[in-house]
C-alpha cells in the first residue's frame, strides 16, 4: 500500500506540477524576468505541493502507460500555457497604453529597458508595467490567477483534449479587452495631443515663418507629465477594475463548463 501510495503520489504530482509549473513560470509577477529562475521554480514547487491533495480527485487512476503519460503531460503543458498566457495577455494593456503615451507625447523615440517584458521598451510602458505588477500584488489579485489554474480543472479535465475553439476564443477576448484597456487609459493624453496639433497646424499657417515645432514639443511633453501626474492613480484603479474582470470572466467560463458537464 506504501509503494502504491508513493508511485500514485508521484504520478499526481508531475501531473499537477506541468500544468501550474508552466503557468507560474509565464504569469505576472512571478513570472516576470526580473524574478530569478530558481526563485519560480521553488514557488511552483512548493505551490503544487499544496495544490496536489486538492485536486489529485481530478488525476486518473490508474497510472497510464508511458505514452498515454507523455500524453497527458503534453496536454497539462498546454492547458498550463494557456491560462498563464491569459493572465499575461491581460497585464498587457500597460504596456499598450504606455506606448500610446509615449506616442501622444512626443517621446515615443525614448526607449528603455522593460524589466517586466525583458524587451526594449517606452519609458511610460516601462513605468506602468512595473507599477501595474506592485498593484497586483498589493490587492492581492494574483490570487485569481492561482484560483483559476484550481479552477481550470473543470473546464480543461486532465486526459481530456483541450476545447481549441474555447482556447482561442477566451485568448480572443482577452487580447481585445487588453488592447481596449490600454486604448482608454492614453484616451486623455491622445486628446490632448490632438488638441495641441491642431493648434500647430492653425499657428503654421498664421505665422509660417515660426518654427513650430521647435515650440510645441517641449509643451507637449511637459503637458504629457502634468496630465500623467494628475491621473496616475486614476489609471492603476481603472486597469485594476479591468483586470478584475477579464479573470472573473475566465472564472465564469470555468464554472459555465462544469455546470454544462453536470
Known amino acids: 500500500m506504501l509503494e502504491q501510495f508513493l508511485v500514485s503520489g508521484v504520478f499526481a504530482f508531475m501531473i499537477v506540477f506541468m500544468r501550474f509549473g508552466t503557468a507560474v513560470m509565464i504569469m505576472p509577477g512571478i513570472g516576470d524576468s ?31 502507460a508511458f505514452g498515454a503519460m507523455i500524453s497527458l503531460l503534453t496536454v497539462e503543458l498546454i492547458t498550463g ?25 512626443g517621446i515615443s523615440n525614448a526607449q528603455v529597458f522593460n524589466p517586466a517584458l525583458a524587451v526594449q521598451g517606452s519609458i511610460f510602458g516601462a513605468f506602468l508595467s512595473v507599477a501595474g505588477v506592485t498593484v497586483l500584488f498589493a490587492t492581492n489579485l494574483h490570487h ?18 483541450p476545447d481549441t475553439g474555447s482556447m482561442a476564443e477566451l485568448v480572443t477576448r482577452a487580447v481585445s ?11 486623455p493624453f ?12 492653425v499657428l503654421s499657417r498664421l505665422m509660417p515663418q515660426i518654427q513650430v515645432f ?26 485594476i477594475s479591468r483586470y478584475e474582470q477579464g479573470m472573473v470572466y475566465f472564472l465564469k467560463q470555468t464554472e459555465k463548463a462544469e455546470l454544462d458537464e453536470r
Open 34 to 64: 526580473f524574478v530569478p529562475g530558481n526563485v519560480r521554480l521553488m514557488f511552483a514547487l512548493g505551490f503544487t505541493l499544496v495544490l496536489t491533495p486538492v485536486v489529485q480527485p481530478f488525476v486518473p487512476y490508474p497510472i497510464p
Open 81 to 105: 500555457l494557456f491560462i498563464g498566457t491569459i493572465s499575461r495577455i491581460l497585464m498587457m494593456a500597460m504596456d499598450t497604453a504606455g506606448m500610446f503615451i509615449s506616442l501622444a507625447s
Open 144 to 161: 485569481l490567477v492561482l484560483h483559476g489554474l484550481v479552477e481550470s480543472y473543470q473546464m480543461f479535465p486532465i486526459g481530456g483534449i
Open 177 to 187: 479587452a487588453s488592447f481596449l484597456t490600454g486604448f482608454q487609459i492614453a484616451m
Open 190 to 201: 491622445i486628446v490632448i495631443s490632438l488638441v495641441l496639433y491642431v493648434g500647430m497646424g
Open 214 to 239: 521647435m515650440i510645441a514639443i517641449p509643451l507637449q511633453i511637459m503637458l504629457a507629465l502634468v496630465i500623467f501626474s494628475i491621473t496616475l492613480s486614476s489609471i492603476m484603479l481603472f486597469f
